[in-house]
């Protein structure tokens, strides 16, 4: 493979049958399409996902300062992709690992209280 492929999003089963019902000029098949990439040779993934700049913006949302933790998250603000690769990269890692094993009640809490924040702020205004 030369170049990398896009993201793509898949029905699951019971999806891909409404989507197939209700649009199938689209979606011409009613069954899910499940993948699986397994590497041969050594990969990167999701190269070029996000610099540490945009990082450091998300960061700016208090709740998922709290989801990374604080400790992560001044890591990542005080990290500079400059001042060494290996450390932004080790950085980031450590900060997509919480991110994606965060607890499902956890990220629950935090989207409602990042709902209610902005709805708040959103009647203040």
């Keep these: 493979m030369a170049k990398a492929l896009s993201i793509q999003t898949h029905p699951d089963k019971e999806l891909a049958r409404m989507l197939h ?50 400790d992560e998250a001044r890591k990542i603000i005080w990290t500079r992709e400059l001042n060494g690769y290996m450390n932004a990269k080790a950085v980031m890692q450590s900060a997509f690992i919480k991110l ?11 989207v409602s209280k990042l709902k209610n924040r902005l709805e708040a702020e959103n009647k203040a205004n």
């Design 21 to 70: 019902m209700m649009r199938p000029s689209v979606y011409k098949d009613p069954n899910h399409k499940p993948k699986m990439a397994i590497a041969l040779t050594e990969f990167k993934a999701l190269c070029g996902f996000v610099s540490m700049e945009e990082l450091k913006d998300v960061l700016s949302v208090p709740e998922i300062t709290e989801l990374v933790g604080n």
């Design 100 to 110: 994606m094993s965060a607890n499902k009640d956890v990220i629950s809490t935090l």
